[in-house]
């Protein structure tokens, strides 16, 4: 099988690619590294995609997070602050209060 045209690149969540291999796997599509990533993903995944999508959006227009950043966020759930720093970029750290991280992780909890 050879790899289909990629037309745009986003990032998405692991939720995201949870169903577009389930929908590859219904329709007869699977090689074995689509076999093991939908194993990873199935086991990772915390939210529907519908949610995951959401809280990324949700992350992006209420704290001003970057997709790609949000998405990392979403895919790994961090539930305190100093997990929460690991994502975001060295000026943000510096830059943001331990107030807005923690509604940050609040906003996460409600997602949980």
Do not use: C, W
């Not at 219904?26 to 999508?53: N, P, R």
């Not at 602050?81 to 409600?110: G, T, W, Y």
């Amino acid at each position: 099988m050879s790899p289909k045209e990629i037309i745009s690149k986003k990032p998405v969540t692991l939720s995201t690619v949870k169903e577009i291999l389930k929908q590859r796997e219904e329709e007869g599509e699977h090689s074995f590294i689509q076999k093991v990533t939908l194993d990873y993903v199935t086991k990772f995944s915390k939210l529907s995609a519908e949610d995951a999508e959401k809280l990324v959006n949700e992350l992006h227009e209420k704290f001003e997070i970057d997709y790609d950043i949000a998405t990392q966020i979403v895919n790994s759930m961090p539930t305190t602050i100093h997990d929460l720093r690991i994502f975001l970029p060295e000026k943000a750290k510096r830059k943001e209060s331990s107030d807005l991280l923690q509604e940050i992780i609040d906003l996460l909890n409600q997602y949980r």
